[in-house]
């Protein structure tokens, strides 16, 4: 089947503009993850929704991001003010039912943003 | 807070070889999941492997095999008779009750290039 989807692939903008990233999980997945992977690191995480709540959003950075996932599948994170450290590959992953202790995360090819 | 350490940064072999990746986890959970990840040169992180706490039993995939240490604290990875398709990034990454088996906390990765 289908595995998890990101568009776009490349995002570029400028300082101070206002983008968004989208996420299509993979069917029937109900917990959806959004990592952020600078260069040469490894991914680190930023949000985690169990169906259309956020059930952790301990790893965004600050108030210029923000992820929503309104009817429980696609999600989207959406960035503020963009600065040119929030330039990286955002990877979102998703798992069959989240907050289990076998759940396996899969992921998708990611999102390469560069603020110019 | 759990931290997860690989400290071999890059490794270079030549085909045939066998290689190990090292890696090294800190965590207050008594239970809790360790994975390997690859990510080939088309960004995409792919699921290798995930291992219990309470199970310290070696695990062998055709040429793939992890040596979970609980002792040590430690979840290595060894290619046997390495091939050109095997050059990659790899990532060891953990999670646990903690964070609600939530989020992975991923490793800096090992750069894994493979010469023929």
């Known amino acids: 089947g289908a595995g998890v989807s990101q568009t776009p692939s490349n995002k570029v903008t400028e300082k101070g503009k206002y983008v968004e990233l989208r996420c299509d999980p993979i069917s029937g997945h109900t917990a959806l993850y959004w990592y952020r992977q600078s260069l040469g690191q490894g991914p680190e995480f930023l949000i985690y929704f169990q169906g259309t709540g956020a059930a952790d959003d301990s790893g965004l950075p600050n108030d210029r991001f923000f992820a929503v996932r309104p009817e429980g599948s696609v999600s989207t994170l959406k960035i503020q003010r963009t600065e040119r450290g929030d330039s990286a590959v955002y990877l979102c992953a998703s798992s069959p039912r989240g907050g289990a202790s076998t759940d396996t995360q899969y992921f998708g090819p990611g999102t390469r943003l560069t603020v110019l | 807070a759990q931290k997860v350490t690989q400290a071999q940064t890059e490794i270079s072999v030549v085909e045939k070889e066998d290689v190990t990746l090292d890696c090294v986890y800190e965590t207050r959970d008594t239970t809790y999941y360790l994975f390997w990840y690859k990510q080939p040169p088309s960004g995409e992180l792919v699921f290798l492997i995930r291992?219990?706490?309470?199970?310290?039993q070696n695990e062998i995939s055709g040429r793939y095999s992890w040596n979970f240490q609980k002792s040590t604290s430690s979840f290595n990875f060894t290619i046997t008779a390495s091939q050109v398709v095997d050059s990659a990034v790899y990532f060891c990454a953990l999670r646990g009750p903690s964070t609600s088996y939530g989020k992975l906390t991923f490793g800096q990765g090992t750069i894994l290039t493979v010469h023929p």
């Open positions: 291992r219990n706490s309470f199970d310290e």
